[in-house]
């Protein structure tokens, strides 16, 4: 009956004051795990020196060094798999991974490593315009920053469901093709096609390498020395020379993800899955070919969601990237290079990871119920949960217990009680039979009009 009448009695400003509190917390949780998480992790990345460039002024390092960020499998979702609230979750953390991370590091370029869109393969016309209007949104970039798209399955289809209509439509929105070449800051860059590296023949697959075949002599005539004398390459346009970088959606062909470490490479029971070839990754014919072809430097790929870094022909390093989005980790990423024409460093940038924005949410939560039945005077006093707690863990029958409570009352304005404390201090005896009553003895400290009394319960 007290608690209903000290609610009822509490002046109206009081309750504002306490409203307006627990909207600050709640919009300060909000607030925190939907912007701010975001600033304070990424503020942590910072870009990877390559040799040389520690002793580099600012101004020499930025003419010279390529500030690259490089992302896989970001997977917008479509109209016919996507929930509503995954879209607004997911697109939402991915969006503000992305925005922060511009404003933060300010790279030179992005790529993105293909599966740009779960649904691509399907989409209707009017959902693929959907789609590229989300992303558009959602990767929105300044004009100091390029973006650059790569193909992956979910874009174009697996080989049997690509077509040159797909093929056609992912290219006029992201200006991409297989076998183009990118040079930035003398540095090459070779965008592969990896559905179309079939090798059966289709009409997307014979133009796609041909045009790698091409570009592969382009490349490795510019590698050739001025006295070098090749009829072959005469009349050929001349490149930076520099060994190319491979960007591709397919990492190539490894048997399983055994040999992969670190906390976001594939959990360890799918680790020894043997992977199946020009589905998880190309084919050992295509891989052969794109390292006879070119013989990169470096090979970046996605599409396993999981991280991992192999060498092929004991010299070419690959490295898969995780996904970017919360939808297929729980600890998303992207890479960090800094890149010279001869030679680059990565460094691996951690997002926040959703178990632990979870984690704060449910904690809040917690609290904020905490405070509101703490307000409204519901919560169970003290020495109720101390009678439960003895009462389950010592079992009562034939056990005495002698209770002190002291109760201390602070008066307030005029006759009002402003706070009330109670302090139950326990201690047991063995024989006998257990008679107090707690009720009577939380009745008669509330009535005493005594500044303090003591009361003994036996």
């Known amino acids: 009956m007290w608690n209903s009448t000290t609610v009822k009695n509490l ?13 600050c917390f709640v919009s300060s949780v909000l ?9 304070v992790v990424i503020f942590q990345c910072r870009w990877p020196n390559v040799k040389g460039g520690a002793h580099m002024s600012e101004k020499e390092t930025s003419a010279s060094v390529l500030k690259a960020i490089i992302l896989a499998d970001t997977h917008l979702l479509g109209e016919i798999k996507g929930h509503w609230l995954d879209k607004l979750r997911r697109e939402w953390q991915m969006e503000r991974s992305f925005q922060t991370a511009l404003w933060l590091l300010q790279p030179d370029i992005v790529f993105i490593l293909g599966d740009v869109f779960d649904e691509g393969k399907w989409s209707s016309p009017q959902a693929w315009a959907d789609d590229v209007r989300r992303f558009q949104k959602m990767f929105k970039h300044s004009v100091f920053t390029e973006l650059v798209v790569i193909a992956g399955n979910h874009d174009i289809g697996f080989h049997y469901e690509m077509t040159t209509y797909k093929v056609n439509r992912f290219e006029k929105i992201f200006n991409f ?7 930035r800051k003398g540095i090459n860059f070779v965008l592969v096609n990896s559905v179309a590296m079939e090798g059966d023949g289709c009409a997307v697959c014979r133009t796609s390498e ?27 346009e001349k490149l930076p020379a520099s060994e190319p970088i491979l960007l591709q959606h397919y990492p190539l062909y ?3 993800d055994a040999k992969c470490t670190g906390e976001d490479s594939a959990p360890a029971e799918e680790k020894n899955m043997p992977f199946k070839e020009k589905y998880d990754v190309l084919s050992q014919e295509a891989s052969q070919k794109l390292l006879w072809w070119f013989q990169p430097r470096l090979i970046l790929s996605g599409h396993t969601h999981s991280a991992c870094e192999v060498l092929h022909a004991g010299k070419i390093p690959e490295i898969s990237v995780p996904s970017f989005s ?9 890479i960090m290079g800094s890149i010279t024409p001869t030679d680059f460093s990565l460094q691996k940038c951690f997002l926040p990871f959703e178990s632990r924005v979870f984690t704060i949410y449910c904690a809040a939560g917690a609290l904020l119920v905490i405070l509101v039945l703490a307000h409204v005077q519901l919560l169970t006093p003290p020495f109720y949960f101390a009678q439960r707690l003895i009462i389950t863990f010592f079992g009562m029958r034939n056990k005495r217990i002698l209770f002190t409570v002291s109760c201390t009352m602070k008066a307030a304005v005029g006759t009002k009680i402003e706070e009330l404390y109670i302090m139950v201090l ?26 303090t009394s003591q009361i003994q319960v036996l």
């Open 426 to 451: 326990y201690t047991f005896t063995i024989g006998g039979r257990m008679t107090c009553k707690f009720e009577e003895a939380w009745s008669m400290c509330l009535n005493s009009s005594s500044f």
């Open 177 to 183: 093709t297989s076998g183009k070449l990118i040079t």
């Open 210 to 236: 041909a045009k790698l075949v091409a570009l592969s002599h382009k490349l490795n005539c510019s590698l050739q020395k001025p006295n070098h004398s090749n009829k072959r390459c005469s009349d050929v």
């Open 31 to 39: 607030i925190f795990c939907e912007f701010l998480i975001y600033y």
């Open 326 to 334: 919360w939808r297929n980790r729980n600890n998303p990423s992207f």
């Open 254 to 256: 490894r048997k399983n």
């Open 11 to 23: 002046p109206l400003k009081r309750r504002l004051c306490f409203l307006l509190k627990l909207m």
